[in-house]
């Protein structure tokens, strides 16, 4: 069972999400020749303040 988890900033919709998981399955079934109902998308959605890059909190960035 392929298990792929991402992990984003909060605040896509449910629809980007819907089409993000049918294109990481497609992705896994064409490159990984993974079965199609045996793959697993998870989303981790952290705030702004929980996610920082380069050393700096998303949150300080947006200012």
């Not at 980007?16 to 109902?37: F, N, P, S, Y």
């Amino acid at each position: 069972m392929p298990l792929v988890q991402v992990t984003m900033l909060q605040g896509r919709s449910v629809d980007q999400k819907r089409k993000l998981a049918q294109r990481i399955t497609d992705a896994m079934v064409k490159e990984a020749g993974a079965r199609r109902e045996a793959i697993v998308v998870v989303f981790h959605e952290v705030s702004q303040e929980s996610y920082a890059s380069g050393g700096i909190l998303m949150t300080d960035k947006a200012k």
